[in-house]
């Protein structure tokens, strides 16, 4: 072909080429990768949300830990005797008692064991606020309430936590009427619950916003009704137990013995 022909042709503006190929998704493609997205999602969100309260649960434990070492070298300090559940009247303070404005338990008329031991766990506040809770403990028949700090993890009384009116500090407990301390319950955590009849203690039913600072056995006069303040299971139905040797686990309500009366070897939480 003669050379004005192919210029021509190259510069003919009729002459078409082939369309470029367009790759990309289609509409059903889109629909299929998000339901496999949704199906993934679904199947990894309940794993995390498992993984986060285990991670809970052990954080708990370990505050439960930092409390039992923190009573150790309260007893060493205080010549055998176990802190008090509350002293009243909170003034005058005693060495190393935070003021109102500091306390965990801004109680204007006594002061709670949390603030009493704080002092050995410096820098640690959170240690007395259990993990699973959400809000404040706001409501209490007994005065343990905050409008900032969860609170939560509780001491046992009667068994251990006493109530002192200065100076008649001759009633506290002292860790030598620990027949078995490593068999017997010191800390937990702690709520009202809502049907104290219930005689198995994993069904026990807290009651949001009335997380204490302590918890009822069954020898304290005031377990069944009138405060029924108990032991309560809210890592994985599990609760984080101190013991009085300092050692903790984690352990469903009823293998705590709370059903059983005082004496009986299945009762971990007397101090027999």
């Known amino acids: 072909m003669p050379e004005s022909s192919l210029a021509a042709n190259h510069c003919n503006p009729m002459t078409t080429r082939p369309a470029p190929s367009r790759s990309g998704f289609t509409l059903i493609e889109l629909l299929v990768v998000i339901a496999i997205i949704a199906i993934l999602a679904g199947m990894l969100l309940p794993a995390l949300a498992k993984a986060k309260a285990k991670g809970k649960a052990i954080q708990c434990l370990n505050n439960n830990r930092q409390i039992c070492i923190a009573q150790k070298l309260y007893l060493d ?40 031991l704080s002092r050995y766990i410096p820098g640690n506040p959170q240690s007395f606020n259990c993990t699973a ?77 009335w997380a204490s600072v302590y918890f009822r056995a069954p020898s304290d006069s005031s377990y069944a009704s009138i405060d029924p303040t108990r032991l309560v299971g809210r890592h994985n139905q599990r609760a984080p137990c101190g013991f009085v040797d300092g050692h903790v686990e984690a352990m469903r309500p009823s293998d705590t013995g709370m059903q059983y009366p005082a004496g009986d070897p299945r009762a971990l939480w007397d101090k027999l």
């Not at 002293?87 to 008692?97: L, T």
């Not at 009633?171 to 030598?176: D, F, G, H, L």
């Open 77 to 116: 300090d205080a010549d055998g005797r176990f802190v008090f559940l509350w002293r009243n009247p909170r003034n005058p303070a005693e060495a190393g008692e935070p003021t109102l404005g500091e306390s965990l338990v801004a109680n204007t008329g006594v002061i709670w064991w949390p603030d009493k």
């Open 133 to 209: 809770l959400t809000q404040p403990a706001l409501q209490s028949l007994g005065g343990s309430t905050s409008t900032t700090n969860f609170l939560g993890v509780a001491m046992n009384h009667a068994e251990f936590g006493v109530t002192v009116t200065v100076p008649t500090l001759m009633r506290s407990i002292r860790e030598a009427d620990v027949a078995k301390p490593a068999a017997s319950i010191y800390l937990s955590d702690s709520s009202r619950i809502s049907n104290p009849t219930e005689p198995n203690p994993d069904r026990w039913l807290e009651m949001l916003g």
